[in-house]
Every structure is written in C-alpha cells, then in structure tokens.
C-alpha cells in the first residue's frame, strides 16, 4: 500500500506518492488565486494525476498546509497566502472531493516530519528542525510524533521573541526571530545599511567578497539563529538539531560558523546536541506531508 503527500503552498502544490520511503510520481500545479475551493479541487486533481502516474493502490493522503490549523476540526485557522482559507474546513473538503481519508499537519511541522524519518536526523529519537528562508518555521519530533500542543500552535519558533522591543514582526509583536533573521529583515537592515534596495542575494555575495557593512548585517542575523537554538534546545534537548532554509543554505560557511560560534556560546554548561544541514531541501514538505498519512495508517 502506498500514501498521497501533498505539499500546498501559496503559489503551486505538490502531489506525489510515497511507497518504501521514496516519492514515486509527482505532479505540480498552480494554486488558484481565488483560493478556497478552488485549492480544494486543484488539490485533488494533482493528486488523481500523481496517484494515475504511479500505478499505486493508496490508502489515504497527508496535506502540508501553511496557518495556524485547528487540528479537532480539520480546519485551516488562516493563511496570509491563500484567500478564502479563514476557519475553512480543509480536511473535510477534501475528502469529499478525493473519496480518501485525509491527515492534515502544519507544513513546517511535516518537514521536520521528514527530515527526522528520512533525513539529517535519521535514526535519532527526537530532533528540533529549524528552516530560516522568508520566515522562520520549524517542529520537534519526539518517537516519530510531532508536537503540535494543546492549540495547535507547537512548532512556532519564528515567534518566540529574541530582543524584547526589537523590530515589528508579521505576527503583530516585537523583536520576534523572524523580524531579526529572515531574508526580508535582512533586505530591511541592507536598506538601512546601504541607502537602497539590497536582495539578499546581492547582501550574500557582498558577503561572501569581505564587504564589513553586509558582513556586519549576515552575521548578527546568524547569531539570533544560534541564540534561538540554544533557547530551543534547553526547552526541548533533542538529540539532534537539523537547520535547513534557503538563508541558512545558501549564506555560506562563515554564516554558519557564526550561528554555531553564538549556539556553543549560550550553550555554555550545558549538553549541546549537533546541528546538522538539512538534506532533503524542497522535497522536505512532500515526504513530510506523505509520512503524516503514513504514520496513521501504519505505512511507517
């Protein structure tokens, strides 16, 4: 038997098939902009296409979606990238339109998902996962299972406030990490810097040159990641902690330096478990989104 995993996102979704571990037919179409049930069908349909490629009998799907989810209800909270999508009952929608059972998880939660069954963390007990790219999401895994907490919010670490009174984050409240160490606050602290726009592709190569003004704003941000880590890491003291993103991938060997130099220094007298890059990049979300059916089903 064989799961669906869909990773939805705000502009494509991604439909495959999980068997033995591995993605064995994937189909990605646009996410309809009008949102609502036009994701629900094309959800649907991505997967009719993905279940048709691989020849594969399924027993159910796992969705990765973005927002707060209310998890007793099946239903999306809200997601800043997809309209129509406030309190809408997601699961039940879509198993209607599929005819499958249908296992939702936070989308960052189903990557951690991933890469602790078949990833950086394989074969650890627990890990914490941490993603810096746009935002800041993340999950710990203990024994296979996600926390996800008694409302659903577990997992949420680009919330957790790093510099009380800091700059103003998405969420409404100050100096959380994702207003300090993200790739747009990166592109903020570069204006402020450089007296223009500055992409973070253009801050990374600045740099990785020597540049001191892009150095000094690469390397603060990869010290709020070590001391977000280490906060977690006391909180939770997994065994293995796993960093992925497309900031933390992509900076370079001196960034990750710094966010190991800052980890081992608030670390300091404590057991301070490895970090490890993430390996399984954009499939993270798909496999993650597919384990979350698997494991229910007993597929795992």
């Keep these: 038997m064989s799961v669906v995993g869909i990773d939805l996102g705000g502009t494509k979704i991604l439909a495959g098939v999980l068997k033995d571990g591995a993605i064995r037919s994937r189909v990605t179409v646009p996410t309809p902009e009008e949102g609502g049930n036009a994701v629900v069908q094309a959800m649907a349909e991505a997967a009719r296409q993905a279940i048709e490629a691989s020849g ?15 998890f ?16 809408f009952p997601l699961v039940e929608r879509l198993e209607e339109a599929t005819g499958y059972r249908v296992y939702v998880e936070n989308d960052a939660n189903a990557a951690a998902l991933a890469e602790h069954l078949l990833g950086a963390a394989r074969g650890a007990e627990s890990s914490l996962f941490m993603t810096v790219s ?26 957790i406030t790093v510099l009380p009174g ?19 606050a990166m592109e903020r602290m570069a204006l402020a810097s450089f007296k223009r726009e500055v992409s973070t592709y253009e801050l990374f190569a600045r740099f990785q040159q020597g540049d001191r003004q892009a150095a000094r704003i690469v390397l603060q941000a990869a010290s709020w990641v070590g001391i977000a880590l280490a906060s977690l890491v006391k909180c939770y003291d997994p065994e293995v902690v796993v960093l992925g993103g497309g900031i933390a991938l992509n900076a370079g060997p001196a960034y990750l330096e710094e966010v190991e130099r800052s980890y081992r220094r608030y670390m300091e007298n404590w057991i301070a478990p490895p970090i490890r890059l993430a390996q399984l990049g954009g499939e993270a979300g ?11 089903v007993g597929e795992v």
């Design 56 to 70: 594969e009998t399924v027993k159910a799907i796992g969705l990765g979606t973005p927002g707060p989810l209310d």
């Design 72 to 87: 007793k209800r099946g239903r999306v909270k809200f997601t800043p990238n997809i309209a129509n999508f406030t309190d």
């Design 134 to 159: 746009t935002g800041v999401g993340g999950g710990f895994v203990w024994g296979n299972r996600v926390l996800r907490g008694a409302h659903g919010q577990g997992g949420e670490i680009g919330h």
């Design 166 to 184: 800091g700059p103003t984050c998405g969420c409404g409240l100050d100096g959380c990490l994702e207003a300090l160490a993200t790739g747009p």
């Design 286 to 296: 798909l496999l993650g989104a597919a384990l979350t059916a698997a494991l229910e």
